[in-house]
């Protein structure tokens, strides 16, 4: 049947004239540094299979990713725009973006598309997926966590390898493997935070992307292009930096960038085997670069361009919101322009602005103070035009008891350069890992050895507030959340602050009512985010409308039907409302995804 179906399409397309437009195959390995790539750096033997299709096509051997964040470097990836004009500049965010991505052209232009990304950043409610036909981000695998943030990349592959549209005329697929991000701890391989442990999930990626090929190309037909590349790379401690995100250095920026034909590349862009592009690339270039190869025609005020010739000599825009966001600091924003990088912090008094010319100082250490460099000039805010999430309403405000409806203003003037408060950022980073690995106090402490007692930073008061939470210290969880989502009103703040409003009112008799509201204030900054729908009905079920409860979460299952939080209350409210046959189904629903559940003795 499926070969008659093709066979159908294939005469179809026939009829249309010519044979079908070549198939694309998009790869991300998440935080795989440029030099951790055998082909590409001092590494030997990491990646045997990316390593022969970069002999086997065009290898960039300087491109540079936009942003060191992994949803916002992927929506620039598909639709060439900088984190600040495609709006989704922190991961989290969440929004439509403004032009169509190379997934919605290819898929009106007749492609079938899939995408399978290996982490919960790269959810589907999030916007990226526009354009696939199928989107699978179900990170749940037999026997592991209920409330998976990742899967491996034997996972990931054994989905996209299910897929039933190999076999089209013409397909987009993309592949999305997260193993190289910390926490490193590969099959087999040593654990850590070390270069030789993230370099053991360097080489399991590499392994898998190996299997997805030969998979793929098992079943593709016609001419396909394959595209290998990594969103950032990684800072495994230099600059102060172990992981990403934070800094601009090309430990972070720096990431591979391989195009190879697997079949039917004669005489097409990219055809030549072996060969090496040293022209600085972006990753905003890769969408207007694959159009350019398929036919596609340009989209006018993009940020990349086409590369299929070189274009040397563009500023190439690299920035990251992540101090600001998280920390409350100045971003850092910079220019790219050939070998020379100047980056700064604009909103930090000095900016300080640094000129590095790569060729001679690959490392970064010898930057000089950028001074009147023209680069400096091209350098463009890394706040975008409009914020995906904007501030309280007054109703919320009231509701969660601020009087008057107006919250606390966040403290106004210079911020400070991230640069210069790596310490801290490393001391947070480890709370977080403290509080990841059920040593709340710990983490706490840590927090109080690194920061003053009244210091008013998001990412530390999120931090305190959970580790407060953990320790059931109920009213102070509140008031640390409370004032983090005065200063930042974020849908995940507004949900932890939500959560531990609910808890101090399950344990104190309190009504719910403040948990209600900044719940409902994060449900309409994340109308599809399942954690916050399942802790609203959470809500409903302490004050005893299990009915509601029920109906707040049937919607939400349609579209996660494995989360366990909505498993999870539809099972109480069923109960509650004595409804027993459902009520074992939803028991067996509950107990596929986890059956060590406390609610299944
Ligand atoms: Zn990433």
Redesign the pocket.
């Known amino acids: 049947m499926r070969q008659l179906v093709a066979l159908l399409a294939a005469t179809l397309l026939a009829a249309c004239g010519g044979p079908p437009p070549p198939s694309l195959l998009v790869v991300s390995i ?2 795989l540094r440029a030099d951790a790539v055998s082909a590409f750096g001092r590494e030997t033997a990491t990646t045997p299979r990316l390593d022969a299709l970069a002999a086997a096509g065009t290898r960039f051997d300087a491109a540079t990713t936009v942003t060191p ?2 949803l916002p ?1 992927h929506a620039a990836l598909f639709t060439g725009l900088r984190p600040a004009r495609h709006g989704l500049t922190v991961n989290g965010a969440r929004g439509k973006l403004p032009v169509p991505t190379l997934a919605e052209r290819l898929r009106a232009q007749g492609w079938a598309t899939g995408a399978f990304v290996s982490a919960r ?1 790269l959810d589907a409610g999030l916007g990226l997926a526009a354009g696939f036909e199928r989107y699978d981000d179900d990170l749940h695998v037999a026997g592991g966590p209920p409330s998976p943030t990742e899967r491996r990349g034997d996972a990931t592959v054994d989905s996209a390898l299910a897929w039933d549209r190999w076999e089209a005329p013409s397909f987009f697929a993309f592949v999305h493997l ?1 193993d190289p ?1 910390a926490p490193y701890a590969a099959p087999g391989g040593a654990t850590g935070i070390d270069r030789a442990a993230y370099l053991d999930e360097v080489r399991y990626a590499d392994a898998q992307l190996g299997r997805l090929l030969d998979g793929v190309l098992q079943r593709a037909r016609g001419p396909l292009l394959v595209v290998v590349l990594s ?2 790379g990684e800072g495994l401690g230099e600059h102060g930096e172990e992981t ?1 995100g934070l800094l601009l250095n090309e430990a972070t920026l720096h990431v591979p960038l391989v195009l190879a034909w697997l079949r039917g590349g004669e005489g097409r862009p990219f055809g030549r085997a072996g060969e090496v592009r040293t022209d600085v690339v972006s990753l905003l270039d890769v969408a207007p670069t694959l159009a350019d190869v398929l036919g596609l025609p340009p989209l006018p005020d993009l940020d990349g361009v086409s590369v299929v010739a070189p274009r040397p000599g563009r500023p190439l825009p690299i920035e990251t919101r992540a101090p600001s966001f998280y920390y409350g600091f100045s971003p850092l924003a910079g220019v790219r322009r050939d070998t020379l990088k100047v980056v700064g912090a604009p909103e930090a008094r000095p900016p300080g602005w640094m000129l590095t010319d790569l060729a001679a100082d690959p490392r970064e250490v010898a930057g000089v103070p950028a001074g009147d460099s023209p680069l400096v000039a091209l350098v463009r805010s890394p706040h975008p035009d409009v914020e995906a999430e904007t501030g309280l309403d007054e109703a919320t405000l009231r509701a969660l008891g601020y009087a008057g409806g107006h919250a606390p203003e966040p403290a106004g003037g210079p911020r400070d350069d991230p640069r210069q408060r790596m310490e801290l950022i490393v001391a947070l980073d480890r709370a977080n890992t403290d509080l990841a690995e059920g040593r709340p106090q710990a983490a706490l402490d840590r927090l109080a050895a690194a920061v003053p007692a009244d210091a008013v930073v998001s990412e530390v008061l999120l931090l305190r507030g959970r580790a407060l939470r953990a320790l059931k210290r109920h009213d102070e969880a509140c008031e640390a959340l409370g004032l983090a989502c005065a200063r930042q009103p974020s849908a995940e703040l507004l949900t932890e602050w939500g959560a531990a409003l609910l808890a101090r009112d399950v344990a104190g008799g309190g009504d719910g009512a403040a948990a209600r509201a900044a719940l409902d204030s994060a449900l309409r900054r994340a109308p599809d985010d399942p954690h916050a729908a399942a802790l609203r009905a959470m809500c409903d079920l302490h004050i005893g409308d299990a009915g509601a409860a029920l109906l707040r979460v049937r919607e939400p299952l349609l579209r996660h039907a494995r989360d366990v939080e909505l498993l999870t209350v539809k099972l109480r409210a069923l109960r509650a409302l004595a409804r027993a046959a459902e009520a074992e189904q939803a028991a067996a629903e509950l107990r596929a995804v986890w059956p060590a559940s406390p609610d299944l003795d």
């Open positions: 998440d935080t964040l992994t470097a950043v997260f991000h969103d950032h990403h």
